[in-house]
C-alpha cells in the first residue's frame, strides 16, 4: 500500500503563471523524489503601473513515501 503526502509550494514568475507552475515544480523535485502530481489552488499577480510584473501561485504536490 502506498502513502502520499502534500505540500503547499507558493512559485513566481515575472513571465507566467505556467512558468511560475513549472519553477515550483522544478525547484520541488531538486528535493523531493516521487512527485506524482500538483494542483493549482491559486493564482494571484503583483501589479506596478496597471502592467502584472509577476505572476503568483500557490499549489499543493502531491509525492509518494518511501
Known amino acids: 500500500m502506498a502513502?502520499?503526502?502534500v505540500t503547499k509550494i507558493t512559485a513566481s514568475s515575472t513571465k507566467s503563471w505556467e512558468?511560475?507552475?513549472?519553477?515550483g515544480?522544478?525547484?520541488t523535485a531538486a528535493t523531493v523524489r516521487g512527485i506524482t502530481g500538483f494542483e493549482v489552488?491559486?493564482?494571484k499577480a503583483k501589479v506596478d503601473s496597471g502592467k502584472i510584473v509577476e505572476?503568483?501561485?500557490t499549489m499543493e504536490v502531491t509525492f509518494v513515501l518511501e
Do not use: F
Open 3 to 5: 502513502v502520499a503526502r
Open 25 to 27: 515544480l522544478k525547484r
Open 19 to 23: 512558468d511560475a507552475a513549472l519553477e
Open 41 to 43: 489552488i491559486s493564482q
Open 55 to 57: 505572476y503568483r501561485l
